[in-house]
């Protein structure tokens, strides 16, 4: 399945590569506790599904966020291409449907994400 938001607000993707480290993720989404570990690249992050192992990539034009121990391989990416005035924020996971509980709260964290995209410096 697929989520997406696009943000209106212009930024430039290396400023989304510098902001949003493991560690901070709790300042931009509210479905998102804290983050209990974090070397850089990997770390944990305690969220409204559980506590799971988190792992940041950088990719052209922003990041991408995986969740290798998901039973749902969640994985999110905040992309931005200098000089749009826009935001995308794509999330997936690996089924074709799932429980209506189970999707609602993942529009939640999309939205939640939407948010604090929306609002971040």
Not at 2 to 27: G, H, M, P
Not at 42 to 51: D, L, N, R, T
Request: with cysteine; proline share 2%.
């Amino acid at each position: 399945m697929e989520f997406y938001r696009t943000i209106n607000k212009a930024v430039a993707s290396a400023e989304i590569q510098n902001q949003f480290k493991i560690s901070d993720l709790s300042k931009h989404c509210d479905s998102i506790y804290e983050a209990t570990y974090d070397d850089g690249d990997h770390g944990e992050i305690s969220c409204v599904w559980g506590v799971f192992s988190i792992h940041r990539e950088v990719i052209k034009h922003g990041l991408r966020f995986t969740m290798p121990g998901c039973p749902n391989a969640l994985a999110w990416s905040i992309t931005a291409e200098n000089g749009e005035a826009e935001v995308l924020f794509y999330l997936t996971i690996n089924r074709k449907e799932h429980e209506d509980e189970f999707v609602e709260s993942i529009e939640q964290f999309v939205d939640d994400w939407a948010t604090g995209l929306a609002t971040s410096n």
